[in-house]
């Protein structure tokens, strides 16, 4: 009979107990794309990061500017964790050296860093870039960069590829060369290829050059064409 009315009594009391007892609270921060490059005249990003609770973005670079509202009311709820996006704006990168900028974001009792790179210059894949100066120990970074385009005393024809996030224009910088043409001045955003046609180099040590502008919207960039001599060949 005492085994029952224990029991009765601690069943009886369960409900009561458990419901005395309080969920743990679960306090996060996590963030995707901390580190990101972005092209001289990409003006366009955001940051993206998931939490529980309220939130606040703020930039520490005179570049880049929180899109849109700069923070986040939550109604605090420990089942629930939202993705959350602050969007960025990007001044185009006209200096020709590479920058580093930073984004704060806090919630809670946590806060964290987003870090952003903008090269000096635009999205070019032919010719690539050479370094003349990196920004970090490591040599990951470039900070300052030329591109040059070199063929051959023969090469008939080559192409300048690039993206570009504006409508772009491609005129000769300075004097207009006989030996190197282009099929196309100017264009759309997005993919571009540009087609250059030469004439021979039939001069036995000299290197013939030309240099080119290609600019989007605010942001231009100088690529160097050099015809080797055709002793060199």
Same mark, same amino acid.
């Given at each position: 009979m005492l085994m029952k009315k224990t029991l009765f009594l601690i069943f009886g009391l369960l409900p009561f107990v458990l419901s005395c007892v309080k969920d743990p609270e679960t306090h996060q921060l996590l963030i995707e794309?901390? %580190?990101a490059t972005l092209y001289a005249d990409? &003006? =366009?990003d955001s940051v993206v990061f998931y939490t529980f609770d309220s939130w606040s973005a703020a930039s520490a670079?005179? +570049?880049l500017a929180i899109d849109g509202p700069s923070e986040g009311k939550i109604q605090y709820n420990n089942s629930r964790r939202y993705r959350c996006r602050a969007g960025l704006i990007v001044s185009p990168n006209t200096t020709g050296v590479t920058r580093d900028g930073y984004v704060y974001v806090n919630s809670y009792d946590y806060s964290s860093t987003f870090v952003r790179v903008q090269y000096g210059y635009l999205n070019i894949s032919r010719p @690539?870039?050479? =370094? $003349? $100066? %990196?920004?970090?120990?490591a040599q990951?970074? !470039?900070k300052r960069v030329h591109h040059t385009l070199t063929v051959n005393a023969q090469t008939d024809e080559d192409s300048l590829c690039f993206v570009v996030q504006n409508y772009w224009?491609?005129? %000769? $910088?300075? $004097? &207009? !060369?006989e +030996? =190197?043409?282009f099929d196309k001045t100017g264009g759309q955003r997005g993919k571009n290829s540009?087609? @250059?046609s030469f004439s021979e180099n039939t001069d036995a040590t000299k290197t013939r050059e030309a240099k080119l502008r290609l600019t989007s919207g605010q942001v231009s960039n100088l690529i160097t064409i050099q015809q080797k001599p055709t002793v060199e060949e």
């Open positions: 794309n901390r %580190f990409q &003006t =366009v670079t005179d +570049w @690539l870039c050479t =370094v $003349e $100066e %990196f920004m970090d120990e990951t970074v !470039p224009s491609l005129a %000769f $910088e300075g $004097e &207009t !060369p +030996w =190197v043409t540009v087609k @250059l």
